[in-house]
């Protein structure tokens, strides 16, 4: 029986490999079933693609990401002894396309963008629930441009939650229920037209 404060990689070049995170945390992974869908979803997008992984816990999303050749992950979290123990996994697995930052993503994403990082091809955006920080975290991101022209952005949320408040360019893509919990992939449309 897995432990429940570890993860497992499904696939790419870390298949297999646990993501353990600090027992007692409030930490509440994306399930399985839910990532593999998800990753199912981004098998074209995420080979060389810019991640943001706003909300990064145990590091599930973005390590996933990594895994499946993602140019670069950058993850979020306020917590130190998560942020200890994702810089831990990616020193030992030679993990040096992920920066690990603690930082609140509300206020790292007020900042302005510096011109040597690379706007986002790919975000996630699974805040505590209790937070409501989706709208917030979605206008920063527009406000800011940190999102390439047609970023796919990943929500997961209460299923009975509404999307929401977020900018009217974001456009739903996919989208799924696994118990009380709904998640939904948006694709960025850039002005004066579809995605392609």
């Known amino acids: 029986m897995a432990n429940s404060n570890e993860v ?10 646990k ?12 399930p399985d079933r ?14 060389g693609a810019q991640v943001l992984d706003a909300f990064a816990g145990s590091g599930a999303l973005g390590l996933e990401s990594a895994s499946r050749e993602a140019a670069s992950v950058v ?3 306020t917590d130190g002894r998560c942020v200890a123990a994702l810089q831990d996994h990616c020193r030992a697995w030679g993990a040096t396309q992920v920066e690990v930052i603690r930082a609140d993503a509300l206020r790292w994403l007020a900042a302005e963008r510096p011109s040597t990082r690379a706007s986002f091809d790919l975000v996630f955006l699974d805040p505590p629930f209790d937070a409501d ?8 991101l527009e406000v800011g441009h940190w999102l390439s022209p047609q970023a796919f952005v990943y929500l997961e949320m209460p299923a ?3 999307l929401a408040d977020l900018p009217p360019n974001w456009k739903p ?7 009380e919990v709904g998640y939904h992939l948006l694709r960025r449309h850039s002005e004066g037209g579809e995605p392609s």
């Open 8 to 17: 497992r990689i499904i696939a790419g070049q870390w298949r297999g490999r």
């Open 19 to 30: 993501i353990r995170f600090p027992a007692g945390s409030s930490i509440r992974p994306t």
């Open 34 to 47: 839910v990532r593999e869908t998800l990753f199912n979803w981004l098998a074209p997008v995420t080979r």
């Open 75 to 77: 993850c979020l979290e």
């Open 133 to 140: 920080l989706w709208s917030p975290i979605a206008q920063r």
């Open 160 to 162: 009975a939650h509404a």
């Open 173 to 179: 893509w996919r989208e799924g229920r696994a118990g």
